[in-house]
């Protein structure tokens, strides 16, 4: 169901479409949505919004494997969804829309999403626009030649807590899939919204192809589901080589996920009994690909460190001080 839940990922982060993202500025923590597709369950559940990123849940299950439905789905997941085969959170970057780390709680592991030919960085580019009403489905047969069009238009069900809402109106969207070569390449996507957004996520999603017409459909939503992972593991920096000597000061390189934002720089002086820790004011510059340089200048090492003494580097993530790294190899500072 990894395929619904990067479909998801870019319909709710398109820039093209100002609602969408007011949208995601009303979903409040624990906001959920259960669908049901190649007979796969997904559930998808809202775990943080803040102001630069969203943290999203997902909580996949054979639909063989859950033939009668969890008369609570809150209690299904404080009972590790029994007969699920994928649970995994993904963090996306609002501003960029941008996908910054994925990580699977059923693998143990954190999931690469690099490349150019990845779905989820291609999806999150999508950019939507309000369906014509004239192109909206419309309810029975269609009219004859000539004749006008009477029907009502078609809305999907409105699933909420395990009951369907009535009367339930729908914004809709459409949006044309990339030409990426594949078989969706060029064809028309429509999404269904809420709009009394019971949740900021849409209840239908449908796409036509020459060949078929397929769909994903919302069979429940609801607020407040527990979380049983609290934390987003979070991969620790690492440094890309040893830290080098320049004519300005020493620059220290470090691969690093993008959602670090700003490290804290320190020198261990290892020769004192103590091992004082000095803070250490340095630059940011950006580095090749995933990398990060932070630039010291010869002045502030010149006037924080001790000549003769032997010091370890220690880097901490701005805000997360339980990914701090320290280059194993101590160095003898020597002014100059």
Known sequence: ?????????????????PTLLDRL????NGDYIVFEANKTI??????????ESIVLEEISAPAEALKEKPASWAEWVKHHA?????????????????VLECYSFSKSAWISHAGKDNLISMLLQLALKPLEPDKRRRIGPPPADGEADHRGVWNPPLMVNGKALENALFDVFEASWPNDGTELSGQSVALYFDR??????PYWIQVETAHVTASVRAIDSGKNLPA????????????????VRTKEGVRLSIKTPKYYKD???????????????????HSLVAGDQDTINLEVPLEELNQTLQPDHKYTWLVVPAGHSESYIEFHKPFTWDSQ
Do not use: N, Y
């Open 1 to 17: 169901m990894k395929f619904v839940f990067a479909w998801l990922c870019a319909v709710s982060l398109v820039a093209a479409e």
């Open 25 to 28: 500025e009303k979903a409040r």
């Open 42 to 51: 997904t559930l998808l559940a809202i775990r943080s919004r803040a102001d």
């Open 82 to 98: 029994p007969g699920h085969t994928s649970w995994s959170m993904m963090e996306i970057d609002l501003k960029d829309r941008e």
């Open 196 to 201: 009394s957004q019971h949740s900021p996520l």
């Open 228 to 243: 049983l992972h609290r934390k987003f593991p979070r991969r620790t920096p690492q440094f890309a080589g040893a830290p």
């Open 263 to 281: 490290f804290d720089l320190f020198a261990v002086d290892v020769t004192s009994k103590e091992k004082e820790i000095h803070p250490i004011v």
